[in-house]
């Protein structure tokens, strides 16, 4: 470690709050970044497969959206506007109307939050419940939405709850994901039982809320089977239905929307992560018109709408998502990178891979060996992180843009990784 490298560590330790927790293992002071590579003090490269926790989809610093957030800038443009109307709203809300609604045939109204994602499932909830007058909400097993009260009463991850300090995280019934209780298990037909009898000790629901592909909880992905089941189970009760897509939306599970081949009618929708496009904080919420009946700052936050997330925001939807090129990528990468990550999960018996399109990982089996491995590739030259219930998942997260080499290049630390710690672990055990 360095002179510099010490000192920086130093005033970490001394003044950062307990609650840091990525640099605890990654101990590197970055300096630069530029699309799918970091840089430390050192001058040391790493590639990126976390992207922001995918709050980078498009890689770190886009020259497009650099270039015009610099001239918005230069030119006096509104840093902090409330929720005025500004040139930059405007031509963001326009970018999103034309890049993403429209061709979906989607008609929402785009509520701005507070600057990140937890805020932004807060006010689905708080507006199902004011929609419905019910307060129960139904989440599901290895779920995340957030570390505020509300989002977090949603969470599943019982290290994430306890960080709430007390015991009452009410008003949620916790059921069972697709596939969490075994194939044999039909979760659909549980749900519709139990909800459907007067005896089962469960109020009737404002509200489901379920994410797509599961970050947090392990890359758990359900199928569009099971999507129009939670669809058409929430109809049947009068429940709303929201779908929480912070981290597999933006493309990140293929197409922008990550539900879009189940052809489900969401009533809200959450976004945040790489809604901005350039990693700027910037949450909203997409409501049905019909369920927009907020009074005027009933919820609201001197944060919402990030004006200069607005100005990068506008440039993704109109570079990237203007036609169906990017899309198209990323379904060839997608199968890049499954066949990498098979050939990866050989080398760890009983290892199998877990979610879709650009949101896959590999579950290894134990919190301790995926450690491990992501430990190594650091070592490496590779920054990648762990999910699920015991983090015994490898999750890649890499930025959509990442070029065909620098992928491989990254597979290759991730295969050399976990060959170094499975073969240190056989010599263990000799």
Same mark, same amino acid.
């Given at each position: ?24 293992? /990654? ?21 990126? #497969? +976390? ?13 497009? /959206? ?150 947090? &909880? ?8 099971? /999507? ?11 429940? +709303? ?6 981290q597999s939306g933006c493309g990140r599970a293929g197409t922008y929307f990550s539900f879009e081949s189940a052809k ?17 904080? #910037? ?10 009946? !907020? ?14 997330? #607005? ?9 990237? !998502? ?17 066949t990498a990550l098979n050939d990866i999960a050989g080398l760890v018996e009983g290892a199998s891979l877990k979610g ?53 290049? &990254? ?15 056989? /010599?263990?055990?000799?």
């Open positions: 470690m360095t002179k510099d490298m010490a000192q920086n560590t130093s005033i970490y330790n001394r003044r950062e709050s307990e609650a840091r927790s990525y640099c605890r293992n /990654m101990k590197a002071t970055f300096t630069q970044a530029r699309g799918s590579e970091l840089f430390d003090v050192d001058g040391n490269r790493y590639i990126d #497969f +976390l992207a922001g926790c995918s709050s980078l989809n498009y890689g770190h610093n886009d020259p497009d /959206m650099k270039a015009a957030l610099m001239d918005h800038i230069a030119g006096d443009g509104i840093a902090h506007g409330l929720d005025f109307h500004t040139d930059a709203k405007g031509a963001f809300l326009k970018a999103f109307e034309e890049s993403i609604l429209a061709p979906r045939g989607m008609d929402y109204k785009v509520m701005m939050t507070g600057p990140t994602g937890t805020n932004a499932v807060e006010a689905a909830i708080k507006l199902a419940r004011k929609v419905t007058g019910r307060r129960n909400v139904i989440a599901f097993t290895n779920g995340f939405h957030g570390m505020t009260m509300g989002a977090l009463a949603l969470t599943g991850n019982a290290s994430k709850r306890g960080g709430a300090g007390t015991g009452s995280l009410s008003d949620v019934t916790h059921m069972p994901f697709e596939g969490s209780l075994g194939e044999d298990i039909d979760t659909l037909e549980l749900i519709d039982a139990m909800l459907s009898n007067p005896s089962s000790g469960i109020d009737a629901p404002a509200a489901f809320v379920f994410e797509p592909i599961q970050g947090e &909880g392990g890359l758990n992905a359900a199928s569009d089977a099971w /999507m129009q089941g939670i669809e058409k189970i929430a109809r049947k009760h009068g429940a +709303l239905l929201i779908v929480d897509d912070i489900i009618e969401p009533d809200m929708i959450t976004q945040a992560k790489s809604l901005s496009g350039f990693g700027l904080p #910037f949450a909203a919420l997409l409501i049905k018109p019909e369920h927009d009946i !907020w009074k005027p700052a009933e919820h609201n936050g001197t944060f919402r709408g990030n004006t200069h997330a #607005f100005v990068t925001a506008r440039v993704a939807m109109e570079k990237f !998502w203007s036609d169906d090129q990017f899309e198209k990528a990323i379904a060839g990468k997608a199968v890049v990178l499954t879709r399109g650009l949101m896959q990982g590999i579950d290894v089996g134990s919190g301790d060996l995926a450690a491990a491995i992501c430990a190594r590739a650091y070592d490496l030259g590779l920054v990648i992180e762990t999910s699920g219930a015991n983090d015994e998942v490898i999750k890649y997260l890499a930025p959509l843009t990442t070029s065909p080499e620098i992928m491989r290049e &990254g597979f290759d630390i991730l295969a050399q990784a976990t060959s170094d710690v499975t073969n240190e672990m056989k /010599m263990a055990a000799e």
